[in-house]
């Protein structure tokens, strides 16, 4: 295939915060949540040119050593050839380390925004495709099926390669955040997870993520039970105590509480507006409940406002919440 052309204009790309397990679906459930990183990537003549605003702005390298431009390389590996220069503009919103996602917002800007720069990029990278190279970059594919296709996602692989599908989250569901002021390392909370589990804790979390599946989509009253894990939680617990006494607290009073993806967050997934109100009272001093809208529509290539190219933090939607962030948990 002969090397790809790259179109002149700048693309804009949006993606959604992600919180993934949600209890018992370890590396296999993600839910889409209203939080957004906007990212702007132009072709230009030469070089590499990066700016970033928001969350990681004082500490993220602003070279080929970013996570967004290693996917964006990759993805113009897979599409067929590298451009001659990249201009970038990040808005980042989605906080970092926490749990909601941000390193799958960032690989998934970067093979979506590759893509759209790319003319006939789909034809060279369809959807599965995009899954799949995403996937390989993150080493799970929970995080980026929920932030490729938004709502309630079930993800698995199949000889190495990612598939995905996508549900229809309950529409009265309000996911309730609280996010601690300290980041956790993926990498550390998945060094804490044993080699083998128990054959009943297995059986147990089976049965738990299938009634997740319909607790979700249709029966938010069995959320609750449909919460449960025996995997991964309590294993990590140690790394993010307050987080996991949250929960437990939360889970006491009847609120489906999990740790969201490896924490350190918490996500109640509350049954409707009345529910929220309760979690927030319930969590207690030192936590901020930061009530999100569910995102349906996952990363969407999105029209540039005039002028755009230096504009990526102000993308005039308003469907961004962003949640009060570092700072907002236990202090
Ligand atoms: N399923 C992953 C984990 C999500 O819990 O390690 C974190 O990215």
């Known amino acids: 295939m002969a090397g790809p052309a790259f179109r002149a204009a700048a693309v804009r790309v ?66 067929g050839g590298q451009p001659r220069g990249l201009e970038i503009v990040c808005a980042n919103r989605i906080p970092h380390g926490r749990g909601l996602g941000s390193s799958s917002a960032a690989i998934c800007a970067g093979v979506m925004a590759a893509r759209a720069v790319t003319t006939g990029g789909e034809a060279r990278l369809d959807d599965t495709a995009l899954l799949e190279l995403a996937t390989e970059i993150e080493g799970h594919p929970d995080n980026v099926a929920a932030c490729l296709l938004g709502g309630f996602t079930l993800a698995w692989t199949d000889g190495g390669a ?102 350190p967050t918490v996500l109640a997934l509350a049954a409707n507006d009345g529910e929220a109100d309760k979690v927030s009272r319930l969590a207690g001093d030192g936590w901020t409940a930061n009530r999100l809208a569910l995102d349906l529509a996952g990363a969407c290539v999105l029209p540039l406002a005039t002028g755009s190219g230096s504009d990526a933090g102000h993308s005039g939607s308003g469907t961004g919440n962003a949640p009060g962030g570092a700072g907002s948990g236990p202090r």
């Open 14 to 79: 949006r993606v959604p915060a992600t919180s993934a397990n949600l209890g018992p679906g370890f590396d296999a459930l993600g839910l889409a949540l209203g939080i957004y990183d906007d990212v702007v990537v132009r072709v230009a003549d030469s070089g590499l040119h990066i700016d970033i605003a928001g969350e990681g702005a004082e500490s993220l390298p602003r070279d080929e050593n970013h996570l967004l431009v290693r996917s964006l390389r990759t993805a113009f590996d897979a599409l």
């Open 162 to 263: 990612a598939r995905a599908v996508r549900m229809e989250p309950a529409a009265s569901l309000v996911p309730v955040v609280f996010v601690p002021a300290k980041p956790l390392l993926t990498q550390t909370a998945r060094g804490l997870l044993p080699r083998t589990v128990p054959h009943v804790d297995a059986a147990f979390n089976a049965g738990r993520a299938a009634l997740l599946v319909e607790a979700l989509t249709r029966r938010p009253e069995l959320l609750l039970a449909a919460t449960e894990d025996r995997l991964h939680q309590e294993y990590r617990a140690p790394a993010m105590t307050e987080s996991a006494d949250l929960v437990g607290r939360l889970r006491a009073e009847a609120v489906p509480a999990v740790i969201s993806g490896a924490g």
